[in-house]
T-cell receptor, first 113, second 113 residues
């Protein structure tokens, strides 16, 4: 069965520090990969996605993610975190044909001033 | 262009009551989805509709029914609410074009007492 793991439930970083959020997936074939962000009381907003090609993808708000096929990972990074980045982050996978998106459990990011 | 809208934003039900959550999108998307979000579990798919006139079960369909009223609207019905259905419910839509990602509504916070 497809699954997505995000090993870190909660991460705290200082403003200006770098960030890496981990995502691993279990899937029969390389799926489409996504990172979404959810601010408190809000819906989910897409940060970036990977379909094919360059394994380093750039997204909004200065985020990037790297797809590593050998590790079945799609980790999210940001070189310098801003206080407004405090939110919950979800990794998701979707089949290249089909409808079912599978979401990870989420990582909550706190940012210290 | 409102994107994906959901009503109501908040609802409190007593056990055994029924209600319908409404969702509409104005992006001319073919596919629509209902998810529930519970702490530590990410988003779990309840039902989806790949196109007008079709609906399919997701990961957690028990206790729910859906109706794809037309291309714009996709409703979720709880016939006899249970405390286990206390959750935040998100509707999403998706185009089948190369864009591919899902767009989410703001959510409905439902409490069943």
């Amino acid at each position: 069965a497809q699954s997505v793991t995000q090993p870190d439930i909660h991460i705290t970083v200082s403003e200006g520090a770098s960030l890496e959020l981990r995502c691993n997936y279990s899937y029969g074939a390389t799926p489409y990969l996504f990172w979404y962000v959810q601010s408190p009381g809000q819906g989910l907003q897409l940060l970036l996605k990977y379909f094919s090609g360059d394994t380093l993808v750039q997204g909004i708000k200065g985020f990037e993610a790297e797809f590593k096929r050998s590790q079945s990972s799609f980790n999210l990074r940001k070189p310098s975190v801003h206080w407004s980045d405090a939110a919950e982050y979800f990794c998701a996978v979707a089949p290249r044909s089909g409808q079912n998106f599978v979401f990870g459990p989420g990582t909550r990011l706190s940012v210290l001033p | 262009n409102a994107g994906v809208t959901q009503t109501p934003k908040f609802q409190v039900l007593k056990t055994g009551q029924s209600m319908t959550l409404q969702c509409a999108q104005d992006m001319n998307h073919n596919s629509m989805y209902w998810y529930r979000q519970d702490p530590g579990m990410g988003l779990r798919l309840i039902y989806y509709s790949a196109s007008e006139g079709t609906t399919d079960k997701g990961e957690v369909p028990n206790g729910y029914n859906v109706s794809r009223l037309n291309k714009r609207e996709f409703s979720l019905r709880l016939e006899s609410a249970a405390p286990s259905q206390t959750s935040v419910y998100f509707c999403a839509s998706r185009s089948m074009s190369v864009v591919y990602e899902q767009y989410f509504g703001p959510g409905t916070r439902l409490t069943v007492t």
